[in-house]
């Protein structure tokens, strides 16, 4: 079983930059497609980015495409969120997760493991 840790999330102002990162436990973890999700108060957790297992294939919300990239060094068992031009609705925990097999998906309920979150706070 992979364990996920999140950091890197914070309290910045209306068009700043975060970068966030997720380590794994688990030496396998080039076999995992990992993704990105977040919650924002009162609502449901939403998809945010997905990377297939060499970074190869990557998937965005349409919220997110252009400011947002998804990137993951292997070697490192670390995948990133490279967040840039942050808007209020941004706001919420950000979630690593994991997921078996090589596609990049964007559907909440394939990712089998879960990091605790990191919050993410963008201010106006």
């Not at 495409?65 to 941004?90: C, E, H, W």
Request: glycine share 12%; with cysteine; aromatic share 12%.
């Amino acid at each position: 079983q992979v364990q996920l840790v999140e950091s890197g999330g914070g309290l910045v102002q209306v068009g700043a930059s975060l970068r966030l990162s997720c380590a794994a436990s688990d030496s396998t973890f080039s076999g995992y497609t990992m993704g990105w999700f977040r919650q924002a108060p009162g609502k449901e957790r939403e998809f945010v980015a997905a990377c297939s297992w060499n970074g190869g294939t990557t998937n965005y919300a349409d919220s997110v495409k252009g400011r947002f990239t998804i990137s993951r060094d292997n070697a490192k068992n670390t995948v990133y969120l490279q967040m840039n031009s942050l808007k209020p609705d941004d706001t919420g925990a950000y979630y690593c997760a994991a997921r078996s097999g090589s596609r990049a998906s964007v559907q909440i309920h394939e990712y089998r493991f879960w990091g605790q979150g990191t919050q993410v706070t963008v201010s106006s």
